[in-house]
């Protein structure tokens, strides 16, 4: 197009923007800046409130008094660069655990700072090169966790008994090669394992005590969704988990160590959504409620007096509600209360009176703007499929929702799934004037195994046609234009995005995509040592590592001729998932093919853009890229957003 058509176009979209009664422009900083706070959590004894807020612009540790003033918070710990965005409450009370790595290197070390003194002092309590993960704790052990590490073999991780006074591991169980993870009983003693065979199969294995030996109990086939091994009955004589096994969807079930007995615990009422999380009693270790994930997030009660609770929490309003953390005699709660069209309300609730206090807003101010609401939808896929979603439209009167330029946002994972509720990223593509379709395409979780199975063998196959067909979907309702459609991905939503401009040439007019995979073949062969259990169940779905012509078949590097519409790539050096290779290759191959493409690199990011100043100068270049090919709106890049320094 050259230059006075360029200006004609954006002219011509510039007043169709005009014409619509959009709301008041939301500054990117407001949406992707740090959120003041979030994540409440009550001590184990009930007396402390800790949460994650920023102290000098980077997300740490903050502790009060649960009856004392707000004012009297402060920050006990003071991590200068990437911020902390996961932690626990010791079980002592007295101290606090979180987890970090190093500029997204996913190397995850457990840090433990007391909660009392002046300076508070951080110890590493798993130094070393190697990535920790959390296995179990107890609050009749408050000094004591399990954890996993893989600093034995890189490739698996063995479980330890770590003592947090000592900061001395004990091994537990030494992983045999094909363990992804452990669980522990009350007592801390590790006794369940769920384990990945070669032929993408999976069995959960047992054993009386940690001296004894090993077996089998149950399981499930490659073809079953993945189950998970949650944790032991209260009375340690049997063990829960999800499972489709003898099933269409998954379902939380019982399994006796001894005798094998199974009885089901769970299951979703349709016979169309898998069992999810389940919740603990934090002392008595009974059942208290399951998860569904339906087109909202649903809480089903297994204990009676759930039901009275959960009814409380619904008068807080319009959303759906999330239990965080109870204290231990189960008279506080830490709840959160998730809409679509707001920031997220954290309260905390007294299970005696049923009242919720209000503590704070995640972001309060995206109250004093007007926030775009999000819809379930389904539609039928080329082959018949029913294919879930969400639709969000502009906030704007019903009348003007018609010939919207529309973004395709399909999820990473890709086994996981998009859910209804505040979405950053969809809110701001709304607010720019954009309608939003996130489609759970098949191979999204907890649809059953019908919804899975018709993934395997189709990354980049029916995996991507299930996005065209949705974006037709949104066509043919009259929501969207259909000469400006762009699609937006992240991770495997990124392989999406370069498949889409690569097989379907003529679909989308932009795609923008961070750390997305380009050659299916590179990618295999690039997995991170941790990775190996992952790696069966990616070829079985995927495609082996033999069969080369396959892969390259669905790996739109070698497609890259055949690409029309211009491209954003963002990529994080220390990516250990999709690493900067793959994004190199693409942008190498663009240009070699004069194709249109501008790339940024970001030198202190893994697998994801988290620290404030780098998510705003990425969601800078994307507003400007899409108001520039979709006629959008846009706020000016300023300073702060200037991405310019990052092109390579």
């Known amino acids: 197009m050259n230059k006075r058509a360029l200006l004609f176009a954006i002219f011509l979209l510039s007043a169709w923007a005009a014409c619509r ?12 800046g740090n959120p003041e706070r979030i994540l409440p959590q009550v001590s184990p004894d009930g007396t402390m409130l800790a949460w994650i807020a920023p102290a000098h612009a980077v997300l740490n540790i903050w502790v009060r008094e649960i009856d004392k003033p707000a004012a009297t918070a402060r920050a006990i710990t003071a991590d200068p660069k990437r911020g902390i965005r996961d932690f626990f409450w010791q079980y002592d009370s007295k101290h606090v655990i979180y ?109 009386d005590d940690e001296q004894s030996p090993w077996r089998r109990l149950t399981g499930w086939s490659a073809g079953d969704v993945d189950g998970e091994l949650l944790a032991f009955s209260a009375d340690d004589r049997a063990v829960w988990y999800t499972s489709s096994a003898e099933a269409d969807t998954g379902r939380l079930l019982e399994t006796d160590v001894a005798t094998s007995r199974t009885r089901v615990l769970a299951a979703d009422r349709e016979n169309q959504f898998d069992a999810g999380r389940i919740v603990l009693h934090p002392t008595k270790h009974t059942l208290d409620a399951v998860q569904f994930n339906r087109e909202h997030n649903e809480w089903e009660p297994m204990e009676r007096s759930f039901a009275a609770d959960f009814a409380a929490l619904g008068k807080l309003g319009r959303c759906d509600i999330e239990l965080l953390t109870r204290d231990n005699a189960d008279r506080i709660w830490t709840v959160a209360c998730n809409v679509d069209d707001g920031p997220t309300r954290f309260y905390v609730y007294y299970r005696d009176k049923k009242r919720a206090q209000f503590l704070f ?19 039928r896929a080329r082959d018949g ?11 704007l009167p019903k009348a003007q929702w018609r010939e919207l330029p ?69 066509v043919q309702q009259g929501y969207a234009d259909p000469k400006r459609t762009c699609m937006y991905g992240v991770s495997y939503g990124a ?38 259990l992952y790696r069966l169940q990616w070829e079985r779905r995927v495609g082996m590592a033999e069969e080369q012509e396959f892969l390259k078949s669905r790996s739109p590097i070698f497609k890259v001729q055949e690409i029309k519409s211009p491209l954003l790539i963002g990529q994080g050096v220390n990516d250990p998932r999709v690493v900067k290779a793959e994004s190199d290759q693409m942008v190498e191959a663009l240009r070699r093919n004069r194709k249109e493409v501008e790339y940024l690199v970001f030198p202190d990011e893994g697998h994801g853009f988290l620290r404030p100043e780098n998510r705003t100068k990425w969601f800078a270049a994307t507003e400007w890229f899409l108001a520039k090919h979709l006629g959008g709106r846009s706020e000016p890049p300023g300073p702060e957003g200037d991405w310019k320094s990052l092109e390579q």
């Not at 009664?21 to 992707?32: E, S």
């Not at 499929?385 to 906030?395: E, F, K, R, S, V």
């Open 21 to 32: 009664d959009f709301p008041a422009l939301i500054p990117r900083a407001v949406l992707f």
């Open 99 to 207: 987890l970090q790595d190093h500029d997204g290197d996913e190397n995850w070390h457990l840090y433990q700072v007391p909660v009392s003194g002046s300076t508070p002092q951080v110890r590493d309590l798993t130094p070393g090169k190697l990535q920790a993960r959390i296995l179990a704790r107890s609050p009749d052990f408050p000094d004591h966790v399990v954890i996993a590490l893989n600093e034995r073999d890189a490739r698996f991780h063995d479980a330890y008994l770590l003592d947090l006074n000592t900061v001395e591991p004990k091994l537990v169980a030494q992983n045999p090669g094909d363990i992804e993870y452990y669980i522990a009983d009350k007592k801390l003693h590790v006794r369940a394992a769920l384990a990945r065979l070669k032929d993408g199969s999976a069995e959960i294995r047992v054993r």
């Open 495 to 532: 392989y999406a995005v370069l498949v889409a401009l690569a097989f379907t040439p003529d679909e989308f007019v932009c795609g923008v995509e961070a750390y997305g995979a380009s050659n299916l073949i590179t990618l295999l062969k690039s997995f991170p040592p941790y990775w190996a």
């Open 361 to 379: 807003s995640n972001r309060p101010r995206l109250e004093h703007y007007k926030l775009a609401r999000m819809q379930p939808v389904s539609f």
């Open 406 to 474: 529309l973004i395709v946002y399909p999820h990473g994972g890709p086994y996981a799934r998009d859910d209804w509720g505040y979405d950053e990223k969809v809110q701001f593509f709304a607010n720019r004037g954009y309608a939003v379709l996130q489609i759970n395409y098949r191979g999204s979780t907890g649809y059953g195994k019908k919804v899975l199975q018709a993934s395997f063998r189709e990354r980049g196959g029916k995996m991507s046609s299930d996005l065209v067909d949705g974006k037709r979907w949104a």
């Open 385 to 395: 499929l029913l294919i879930h979603g969400y639709l969000t439209l502009p906030a």
